[in-house]
């Protein structure tokens, strides 16, 4: 079946820091979305991209979907202690269904 | 506010016990998912629909059933809960291509 690879499961930055997050798969995907999660809570839709190349920003927050369809990358820039949760890359298909990597925990020293 | 619902938030119940753990979602979607999450762990697939009387199973085997007689409500049953059983469930909805929208979720711990 379809997986994504999200890695590295965990990270840890500094307040103020940037910090990238990546996401591939072996099958192409119509769609790529971020969520985040927070303790306790549901994933929230953080970005939604629906076009191959096209790079998209939400405040602090860019994400691209990639030329080939088969990847998708998240930056957040000057992070803040609220940036804490864990951020999960999905894939949507024709047939609508998702696949979700397996999410990175992010961690954000102040 | 929240456009999909679960109840309860929380549930500790004993072994053996029959729990059902609602889901109502007021967008009209059609389709609608379950979700079993450990903490800070990966999403499950357990259940899906695609309308109503329409139910499937996902990619995770489970113990639960699930049903869907109107659009907007998707409740899971456990007829006997058991230890194993102790997660944290989560309820969500679709509609075209623009991703899911899930609810808060249901932490359960079976004792």
């Known amino acids: 079946g379809q997986q994504l690879n999200q890695s590295p499961q965990s990270m840890f930055i500094q307040e103020g820091e940037d910090v990238s997050m990546n996401c591939t798969s072996s099958s192409i995907f119509n769609t790529w979305l971020w969520y985040k999660q927070d303790p306790g809570e549901g994933p929230v839709l953080l970005i939604a991209l629906y076009k191959a190349g096209e790079l998209t920003s939400n405040g602090r927050l860019t994400a691209q979907f990639g030329i080939t369809r088969k990847d998708s990358f998240l930056n957040i820039s000057a992070s803040i202690p609220s940036d804490v949760g864990i951020y999960f890359c999905a894939g949507q298909s024709a047939n609508s269904k998702l696949t979700f990597g397996k999410g990175i925990t992010l961690s954000v020293r102040p | 506010e929240a456009d999909i619902y679960q109840t309860p938030r929380y549930l500790v119940i004993g072994t053996g016990k029959k729990i059902t753990l609602e889901c109502s979602q007021t967008m009209g979607h059609d389709k609608m998912y379950w979700y079993q999450q450990d903490p800070g762990m990966e999403l499950h697939l357990i259940h899906y629909s695609y309308g109503v009387n329409s139910t499937e199973k996902g990619d995770l085997s489970s113990e639960s059933t699930v049903s869907r007689i109107r659009t907007e409500h998707f409740p899971l049953t456990l007829e006997s809960a058991r230890p194993s059983h102790t997660s944290q469930y989560l309820c969500?909805?679709?509609?075209?291509?623009?991703?899911?929208?899930f609810g808060s979720g249901t932490r359960l711990t079976v004792v």
């Open positions: 969500a909805s679709s509609e075209g291509g623009s991703g899911y929208t």
